[in-house]
């Protein structure tokens, strides 16, 4: 594709892609295409279906089931995550669980949940409900970055995408959830169909795509 000397891109993503998937996307982009501009909002799955006829692309958490995309629009398979339990370095789970944690750490701990749009929250509860296992919810954060500080501070466990731990150095480390597979989740991209995507579209999503193939 020929260098772009103009162009908006404008993009929606949950807190966790913004923060932990995207950047580097947007970084080489505007290296390659240095007339781009790129203004990212961060919403949930839901949020971006309501605005999606002012973006040009859509980063969500999870499938879209139950819900018709408008004709001109197509859902794109992105990348897979795993759901990991966040804990202080020197925590008794730390300790006693090598690899995973089973999913009744959830009854025995207190937990920081993430906020109930969060999906990587909708991943948990589901393997929760899966077990018949009903955890309590005392606290309650929005963003990754809250989970995590208030692990550090010892409020709790967490969980959190095992990409936000993974330059992790200060007084955390991470376990699978519930075996040795963990618990993954689907991230996905709603995009319009290829004859309706701007040339800064396509760029941005030939990055995206090919950073997925070679992953």
């Not at 750490?105 to 999906?119: M, N, P």
């Amino acid at each position: 594709m020929q260098k772009i000397s103009t162009g908006v891109l404008h993009i929606s993503a949950t807190m966790t892609i913004a923060s932990y998937y995207l950047p580097k996307f947007v970084v080489e982009l505007q290296k390659n295409h240095e007339g781009v501009q790129v203004f990212m909002k961060t919403l949930d799955t839901a949020w971006t279906l309501d605005d999606l006829y002012s973006l040009d692309l859509g980063f969500i958490e999870g499938s879209l089931q139950g819900v018709e995309l408008p004709s001109n629009y197509q859902f794109i398979p992105w990348q897979q995550d795993e759901i990991v339990l966040v804990i202080p370095e020197n925590h008794e789970l730390t300790m006693q669980y090598n690899e995973f944690v089973p999913l009744d750490v959830f009854t025995q701990h207190q937990v920081i949940w993430r906020e109930q749009s969060s999906g990587g929250r909708q991943v948990v509860e589901a393997a929760l409900a899966a077990a018949g296992i009903n955890a309590p919810v005392n606290i309650e954060v929005t963003g990754v970055s809250a989970v995590k500080e208030s692990v550090r501070a010892g409020l709790g466990i967490g969980f959190s995408s095992s990409l936000a731990l993974k330059n992790e150095t200060r007084g955390l480390v991470s376990r699978r959830i519930g075996s040795q597979q963990g618990l993954t989740w689907q991230l996905n991209i709603i995009a319009p169909k290829p004859a309706l995507q701007s040339r800064a579209t396509k760029a941005f999503l030939k990055l995206c795509m090919q950073e997925n193939t070679l992953s």
